[in-house]
């Protein structure tokens, strides 16, 4: 199994609502992160969990909350959102810190969830 | 300067068509060079990975990095309208935090 999967695909939500993005990997990777992409640019990273643990937050609003239940899931939970928060956000996942030429240290990404803020 | 820079494009070059796209970094410590292909409203795929400097070859594509010059390319031969999308480099030193060019806009027209 070498995906990641991200549900929903689409969503569409008011600025007051609370919704939930969610992401699994069947791939043993250990490191998993959340990324926000606008159109015509490159992914913006928001968080990564490394183990099980946040290790790196990009000061994203707390609007945005990060949730890693265990190594093979990944969640964004949304709370009071912007229209300008509107966006593709992508999950991807890693092997963090191998080294040499094994492949590691390699993103594998999900199709990603399309956010719609009104 | 940033720390990855790319030609954002757009591209256009006729069906059959050999396609160059390059990144330039800053940061000697990078050591793991990706290539990603991204079609419109979809998440990015995984083209080519290298480690370190030197050429590497999956069918129509060549990813060439020169750490001397802190340069990137892929090469796409006889490209084919398939091949249309947004391709990002993305680099990195050792795991976690990954650095994306803006992308490069490539239309291969048939």
């Known amino acids: 199994d070498t995906e990641v999967t991200q549900t929903p695909k689409h969503l569409v939500m008011g600025m007051t609502n609370k919704k939930s993005l969610k992401c699994e990997q069947h791939?043993?990777?250990?490191?998993m992160y959340w990324y926000k992409q606008k159109a015509k640019k490159p992914p913006e990273l928001m968080f990564v969990?490394?183990?099980?643990?946040?290790?790196i937050n990009e000061s994203v609003p707390s609007r945005f909350s990060p949730e890693c239940p265990n190594s093979s899931l990944l969640n964004l939970h949304l709370h009071a959102l912007q229209p300008e928060d509107s966006a593709l956000y992508l999950c991807?996942?890693?092997?963090?810190?191998?080294?040499?030429?094994?492949?590691?240290?390699?993103?594998?990404f999900g199709a990603g969830s399309r956010l719609t803020v009104l | 300067q940033k720390e990855v820079e790319q030609d954002p494009g757009p591209l256009s070059v006729p069906e059959g068509a050999i396609v160059s796209l390059n990144c330039t970094y800053s940061?000697?410590?990078?050591?793991?060079f990706m290539w990603y292909r991204q079609y419109s409203r979809k998440g990015p795929e995984l083209l080519m990975y290298?480690?370190?400097?030197g050429n590497k070859e999956d069918g129509r594509f060549t990813a060439q990095v020169d750490k001397s010059s802190k340069y990137i390319s892929l090469f796409i031969r006889d490209s084919q309208p398939s091949d249309s999308a947004t391709y990002l480099c993305?680099?990195?030193?050792?795991?976690?935090?990954?650095?994306f060019g803006p992308g490069t806009r490539l239309s291969v027209l048939p």
């Open positions: 991807a996942s890693s092997h963090p810190q191998r080294g040499g030429n094994s492949g590691a240290n390699v993103l594998t």
């Open positions: 791939m043993g990777h250990r490191a």
């Open positions: 969990y490394s183990y099980e643990k946040l290790s």
């Open positions: 940061n000697s410590a990078f050591q793991y």
């Open positions: 290298t480690y370190s400097s």
């Open positions: 993305a680099i990195t030193a050792y795991g976690q935090n990954f650095v």
